[in-house]
């Protein structure tokens, strides 16, 4: 045995988890499976609040439902788990109601693109001063695995046994041409530029997305002949790094190349910058 | 390795050194970090953790160069390295 | 002013500084006001998307340590039903008005009913309590806004405020008085160390502090079943628990919540139950029939949740009977039947909603009573 695992993490000879301090440990293990991307996406996530050098106590993290949802469950900051496709929605108001807080959005890509679509299109086009995370696991992993609106054309799914009939969104593009001020994608083999990005995404005012690809080993990947670390291996052998490329470009389809990158990033005045300059009296 | 010319600071280049932690209960068997380490030190042990799955050990301890992947990749928060030097009194 | 004005400028008397609306016709005065007044005292109004995101949005405020409202109508109340649900589960204090307009469905928006009574009991999903008022005149409306904001903030729980389209587009003498003379309150703050706070270990009145976000006590707020930490806990003792809690700190307060106005109980023989518009038909129909010689008494629901049970079991104890007149064909009538359970009888002067009931209707039902 190594003197690598002994003594214990924490103990007076060796320092903690560098995360340890920001996650709810009474809450590890977590409920997420064997492989699955979220842990990855969410980890990086809270290294980038923390380099990023912002008031960690000013910071809110908010999900929806689903495996993502759960991730406000293990930050240990003010975070809150809301209703299915709403937390959008419930983090515009928790920004609204103190602007000093920093409000990062963390949930999946059923929850805020299928029955939260409407209120990420219209936060982008207030442009909210919101940080977005959207674990796109191509799926609804947290009912067993089921067609989302993201799931690739002729994928299988159990809600579609012979093939995916329909055609995914584009969710870069749909940030884009919603108006977000900040765009990237990342997958969670790209761990350094996704901590970048989020970082960047953070310290950005104005409303951020990033799409993080993470595998979803258990429910899409067994149906689809894939398995935790091939998806991994497709991360790293189909992918190319292109930033500032045409959001028309981003379909996300394996079996050609999926283009990584940031895609956006330009200023516009905030929805409170704005609200305060046209509604409130001068002072 | 032999350089045909060597590099005017190759006295000053320090290559850092990492030491890797693993949490051992926390771990569920992905094997990302074994895959993943660029210097290729981790395996899946014998052991099995509180769970039931294998956590990862570390083979070759003195390779590992402190780049903070296994750390980065893995899902868990049960894996992760710490800079050496900091860890040893100058001179040890 | 009008009542869906009054009801407003109460909000704003309250303490209210956040409203996310979505217009919908009758209560888009309440939203078109706030969104005027609103920034003028430092306040944020926001039209959102659509009536879900309008009342996540006011949860997510008062997190943020606002006082928050929404104003809607039928269609727009049933969509903000399962965040009615997360808003209860999470002890998250705010005010949703409904102007009632007659339904189901799109029914009549520019007329009024009062057939959302069950609905503002049951509509999300699950067992709770909640507690609901009902103004009678765009005066009422300013007071009992102020109230809905207080006993919202006490019990840290939604309040309804079930108003109606007569009511909102009523116009009515209304007086405001001044701030000083307005009782307002807040939620119960925690103190102690922040690294040992339990979001959910109550205090007296079985409500627990609330922390805003951003005060450091990181708090974990979740709709699952939770323990006092706030963490989810799938069992089912955390269940009973909860939902002890939950519902008894309303239950065990109703002596505070709940609020009646009596007319001639006393003598009375055949009493009259109404609340909102309807009470003032009940009103001009108890005064006819004294008139009359018919000893008619008028108890007024100005809380209509948690329901008045006690007082109108011990009414049946010693009346002949109850009347209800309601602008729905029977939803508080049941409940008077439930408490009277059969003592004595229960009528319903009821109507599918478009236009109030005239106090000849209530006659009749009262002389058949007799």
């Known amino acids: 045995m190594q003197a690598a695992t002994t003594p214990r993490a924490g103990s007076a000879l060796v320092p903690e988890h560098p995360l340890e301090d920001l996650i709810r440990s009474d809450r590890i293990p977590h409920i997420w499976c064997p492989g699955c991307g979220i842990g990855t996406a969410f980890a990086a996530t809270l290294t980038a609040m923390k380099s990023s050098g912002i008031d960690l106590h000013k910071t809110c993290m908010v999900s929806g439902i689903g495996c993502s949802g759960r991730a406000a469950g ?15 929605p419930f983090a515009t108001g ?11 959005v963390f949930s999946g890509d059923g929850d805020l693109f299928a029955i939260g679509g409407n209120h990420f299109i219209h936060a982008a086009r207030r442009n909210m001063d919101l940080t977005v995370i959207c674990l796109n696991n191509l799926n609804y992993g947290m009912t067993g695995g089921q067609v989302a609106a993201t799931t690739p054309h002729l994928a299988r799914t159990t809600t579609t046994p012979s ?15 919603s108006g977000a001020t900040y765009v990237a994608r990342w997958t969670v083999l790209h761990t350094r530029e996704l901590t970048e990005s989020i970082q960047k995404a953070i310290t950005k005012s104005g409303f951020s997305f990033i799409e993080v690809l993470g595998p979803c080993p258990i429910n899409y990947g067994r149906r689809n002949r894939e398995k935790a670390l091939q998806t991994l291996k497709l991360y790293r052998e189909r992918t190319i790094i292109r930033n500032h490329a045409d959001p028309s470009d981003l379909d996300v389809d394996f079996t ?18 704005n609200y305060d300059k046209t509604c409130r009296l001068p002072e | 390795m032999e350089f045909w010319r060597v590099p005017l600071d190759a006295q000053a280049i320090e290559i850092s050194r990492g030491e890797v932690h693993v949490i051992e209960d926390r771990c569920k068997g992905c094997g990302y970090c074994i895959e993943f380490c660029p210097r290729g030190i981790l395996a899946f042990s014998a052991r099995f953790n509180k769970k039931g799955y294998h956590p990862p050990e570390v083979l070759q301890p003195k390779s590992c160069v402190n780049c903070h992947y ?23 | 002013m009008t009542g869906d004005e009054a009801c407003a400028e109460g909000a704003l008397a309250a303490g209210c500084r956040f409203f996310g609306g979505y217009p919908i016709t009758p209560a888009t005065e309440i939203a078109e006001h706030m969104a005027e007044r609103l920034p003028q005292l430092g306040g944020t109004f926001i039209q959102m998307e659509d009536e879900i995101a309008a009342i996540a949005s006011v949860l997510g405020a008062a997190w943020a340590g606002q006082k928050g409202m929404t104003a809607t109508s039928g269609p727009g109340f049933s969509l903000m039903m399962e965040n009615v649900g997360l808003a209860v589960c999470t002890e998250t204090p705010c005010v949703i008005v409904n102007v009632q307009r007659a339904g189901p469905s799109t029914g009549l ?19 709770y309590e909640i507690i609901a008022l009902a103004p009678s005149s765009a005066q009422e409306i300013f007071y009992q806004t102020i109230t809905a904001f207080n006993l919202s903030e006490r019990y840290r729980t939604p309040v309804f405020i079930m108003t109606d389209e007569i009511i909102g587009h009523m116009s009515e003498k209304v007086i405001i008085p001044a701030a000083d003379r307005i009782q307002t309150e807040w939620r119960p703050k925690p103190s102690g160390r922040k690294d040992r706070f339990l979001l959910y270990k109550p205090g007296k009145n079985g409500v627990a502090p609330m922390p805003a976000a951003g005060e450091g006590y990181n708090v974990h707020v979740t709709g699952l079943t939770h323990d006092e930490r706030g963490y989810p806990e799938m069992s089912v003792d955390t269940q009973a628990q909860m939902m002890d809690r939950l519902c008894r700190k309303i239950l065990d307060n109703r002596d505070d919540i709940i609020m009646t106005e009596s007319h001639h109980l006393d003598d009375a023989e055949i009493v009259l139950v109404s609340y909102g518009i309807s009470s003032r038909t009940s009103m001009a129909a108890m005064q006819q029939a004294r008139a009359m010689g018919l000893k008619v008494g008028f108890l007024r629901l100005i809380t209509v949740w948690p329901f008045a049970e006690a007082q109108i079991s011990a009414l049946a104890e010693r009346v002949k009977g109850f009347v209800t007149v309601e602008m729905n064909l029977g939803q508080i009538h049941l409940e008077v039947m439930r408490a009277a359970n059969g003592k004595v009888p229960c009528h319903l002067v009821g109507h599918p909603g478009g236009t109030i009931i005239a106090p000849d209707q209530v006659i009749a039902t009262l002389k058949e009573a007799f």
């Open chain 1, 256 to 273: 050609k190349q999926v283009i990584l990158g940031e895609f956006v990033d330009k200023e516009r005045p905030t929805c409170i910058e």
């Open chain 1, 94 to 104: 928790l920004k609204l109601g103190n602007p000093e807080l920093n409000v990062v």
């Open chain 2, 70 to 92: 296994c750390e980065i990749i893995c899902p868990e928060f049960a894996i992760y390295s710490v800079d050496l030097s900091s860890l040893q009194p100058p001179g040890l």
């Open chain 3, 109 to 127: 928006p520019t007329m009024g009913a009062q057939a959302d009574m069950m609905q503002a009991r049951w509509g999300s999903h699950g067992h």
């Open chain 1, 74 to 88: 293990y930050v240990k900051l003010d975070s809150f788990h809301t209703t299915h496709g709403r937390a959008i």
């Open chain 1, 163 to 177: 093939g995916n009939p329909d055609a995914p969104f584009n969710l870069p593009l749909l940030a884009w041409a």
